[in-house]
């Protein structure tokens, strides 16, 4: 199996140098048996496939129309033999508002830094509390996976995520909480939802890392530990 991280960071394995684009966005996963599965990193804008948003991981068929954001994503190229994924990069379109937007965003991190330490001091209150029995949880789907001969296409998208894909993924979503905070009001379902999957975030982080390397994750995401 073959996983390649799409997204703006220069941490990730496809490049895409533009503002409608997140910095973890999504990722091709190319499995053992020929099939091709995309999947969503709950983006700012979203990834469509012909024309059709999607959550979680779908398949792929030769000749589906990828967007991220408003960028067209030429998935095919990254998955023949002859292409040096880790250089490529896509080609971005111009977006004159990009110095306007880069403003905004700049205004809502500084206005929303109190916001992120609030709710990262409960995120990580409740890491601590869920740690016990997410343990226990893992076992058993451990003992589950091993017994039951899953398919390959069961596989978490967090368990092929590196380190540096949780740090830009939990940065990513504390920004998107901080927006959704602004649109809704912070004692909104919406907010609670965001703060949730932040959460969700950090258990799988702690899973994969362990719980101290978990919090390091967090803070260098900008979620301050205590």
């Known amino acids: 199996m073959k996983v390649l991280s799409v ?32 999947a ?11 024309g059709q948003r999607i959550t979680g991981e779908v398949p792929l ?7 991220l954001g408003n960028n067209p994503l030429n998935w095919e190229s990254y998955i023949t033999p002859s292409t040096s994924v880790r250089n ?21 991190v500084m206005g929303f830094g109190i916001y992120k330490i609030v709710d990262s001091k409960k995120t990580l209150n409740k890491l601590d509390k869920d740690k016990q029995s997410e343990s226990s949880s ?15 296409s069961e596989i978490s998208i967090y ?9 830009n993924l939990l940065s990513n979503k504390s920004l998107d909480c901080g927006i959704v905070a602004i649109n809704s009001g912070y004692n909104s379902h919406e907010t609670a939802a965001c ?12 899973r994969r890392f362990g719980e101290e390397e978990a ?6 995401a900008g979620l301050p530990v205590y």
């Open 61 to 67: 068929n030769h000749g589906d129309r990828v967007m």
């Open 138 to 152: 893992s076992r058993n789907n451990d003992r589950s996976s091993s017994s039951s001969n899953k398919k390959s």
């Open 7 to 38: 997204g703006r960071g220069s941490s990730n394995d496809i490049v895409i140098n533009d503002p409608t684009v997140s910095r973890v966005h999504c990722q091709l996963v190319m499995h053992d048996d020929g099939r091709i599965t995309l």
């Open 215 to 220: 919090r390091k994750i967090a803070n260098e």
């Open 159 to 167: 368990d092929t995520l590196s380190r540096d894909g949780f740090v």
């Open 88 to 108: 490529a990069t896509e080609k971005p379109k111009k977006n004159m508002g990009w110095t306007i937007a880069a403003t905004v965003v700049g205004l809502i």
């Open 195 to 206: 703060r949730e999957e932040l959460r969700t975030i950090c258990r799988h982080a702690s």
């Open 40 to 50: 969503d990193f709950g983006s700012s804008n979203g990834t469509t496939v012909n």
